[in-house]
């Protein structure tokens, strides 16, 4: 089984960047798609950006493509999301998650599909 540990959240003005880290334990790491996740206040848990197994594949949502960044480093078990242009919108808390399935071919944006999670880091954007 995968632990994940989420670090890099905080409170930022619009126009900033963040930088957020999961760090990961246990289980197959290295063979498993990993996502960012984002909840806003009152709203659903929803798709942010996932990196594939192999780091060949990356995957975004809309609202955050050309803004956001996701990578992973297998020697270090971390995926890493770089935001950019930070908008209030963005204000949420991020988790981190695993593929239920190791070395899923597509990369997949289903939370369902997710079965590992962190705890969470919360990412304030001011205007």
């Known amino acids: 089984q995968v632990q994940l540990v989420e670090s890099g959240g905080g409170l930022v003005q619009a126009g900033a960047s963040l930088r957020l880290s999961c760090a990961a334990s246990?289980?197959?790491?290295?063979?498993?798609?990993m996502g960012w996740f984002r909840r806003a206040p009152g709203k659903e848990r929803e798709f942010v950006a996932a990196?594939?197994?192999?780091?060949?594949?990356?995957r975004y949502a809309d609202s955050v493509k050309g803004r956001f960044t996701i990578s992973r480093d297998n020697a270090k078990n971390t995926v890493y999301l770089q935001m950019n242009s930070l908008e209030p919108e963005d204000t949420a808390i991020y988790y981190c998650?695993?593929?239920?399935?190791?070395?899923?071919?597509?990369?997949?944006?289903?939370?369902?599909?997710?079965?590992?999670w962190g705890q969470g880091t919360q990412v304030t954007v001011s205007s």
């Open positions: 990196v594939k197994w192999s780091g060949s594949t990356t």
């Open positions: 998650a695993a593929d239920r399935r190791v070395q899923r071919a597509v990369v997949l944006a289903t939370r369902t599909e997710y079965v590992y």
């Open positions: 246990g289980g197959t790491f290295s063979r498993n798609t």
